[in-house]
């Protein structure tokens, strides 16, 4: 077979060349021959036997493949406990420390005054008797309370009134009896004398 040669310079051409070596002008591509058309009569294929009905029989349903309900992180999840906050104490009992250095444990009602035993006697509740030499403490001087862990206390009609400390501010106690709210931590003056709440065990 001879050597194809550019149609530009006359340089001999590579084998499967798209472009000449010496110009580098673009080797013109031969196109393929078409392919032959089928003969009139000539026989086409013959199926294999069986090949028609297994295409025209109807296809089987595939089971689906079962899931779990839960992936496995989700499974860690749901079998975790749910952590539940406990409920602090309710607090049941406090003590009072009176600047006087008196220490007195309260777990209910009680009157603290300068003499209070026959008024605790007439209503059932606990007498908290203050010792206070200057008696600026009245004889019935403030009604304490500590019911379902709940501390209020409340003037009763003293001479030199009652009034509670918290946080450097000072909270007055009317003479009327109105109710006010502690917590321990508090500190409670009657007259001249103070004392300070802490929670018991």
Known sequence: ???ARCAYCDATLQPNSMFCAECGQLVP???RPPAPASLPGAARPTPAPGAAAASAAPRQPIDPVPLPSLLPWQQARANEQPVVASAPPV???VELLFSTGQHVMVSGRAVIGRKPAQTAAATGVQAIEVLDDTRSVSRV???FELIEGRITVADAGSSNGSHVER???EIPLAGSGDVVEVVPGDRVWVGDISFEMRAAA
Request: no cysteine; aromatic share 6%.
């Open 141 to 143: 001087h403030l009604y």
């Open 1 to 3: 077979m001879a050597s």
């Open 29 to 31: 591509q031969l196109s």
């Open 167 to 169: 946080a450097g501010q």
């Open 91 to 93: 607090l049941q009992k």
